[in-house]
């Protein structure tokens, strides 16, 4: 079941309003897959994202997994820098479908990072599932979305977790100075490794028709969400901040 915030609240933030709610605490080590996988969005953060979520989400997914949901369950972040620390430095088990059904086995869709992190071995995890690659990214924001000061607590360590390994950076200047090559490597590795008939390269500005005719699925009868993913992480950056001192 899904962990859901008030109307006025998501309207307000989207889903990083998950973190005006009481944090789950639940041990995903412990947890199984309860529903298919079906869909792996593979677009970098800032590339619409946000409104692929909420799209996912009128479409039926369950549980649909976007950054902000770490902020319903917090723990999950120590499985991300497992499975970080397994791929980067090779510290434990590499991670594949065994963990990834612990850690998403409630979740229909994902989307943005931590999970596009791992794009590689989610194709390999899912070969049943489809995959789409939102375009349009903004090469310095790619980066610099997830590795502002206000991600503190076990939050935080994901995000430096991550810029140390995928990102090959150890401060912000070398982040905005690897962005665009990083962007370039990573969407010419899911085209090479992805079948054709499993792809989609989505324009959100075409609208529902040809992502849910990608999909399966009837055109729903309400316009299709467009995030304004800049305006809710301004709105809530302070909020963020307080949300993870309060978890460290």
Known sequence: MDHQPRKEDAERIGNYALMLLSDQNIDRRKCRRVVPMEVLSLGYSRTGTMSMQKAFRILGYPNSYYFSSVY????????????????????????????????????????????????????????????????????????????DPWFTGRIQELGMTWMRTQVRARNLDEARSNAKEIYKEYYAEIRRIVPKERLLEYDLSSGWEPLCKFLGKPVPDVEFPHANESRSLSVTSEDMGKKGIRNC
């Open 72 to 147: 319903g369950n917090v723990r999950d972040c120590h499985m991300w820098v497992e499975a970080l620390r397994a791929m980067y430095d090779s510290v434990g088990q590499p991670f594949g479908r065994a963990e990834f059904d612990q850690l998403l086995g409630h979740v229909g869709a994902v989307t943005d990072a931590p999970c596009t992190i791992f794009a590689k071995e989610l194709i390999e995890a899912y070969p049943e599932a489809k995959i789409d690659r939102a375009s349009g990214a903004r090469y310095g924001e790619v980066v610099l979305s997830l590795t």
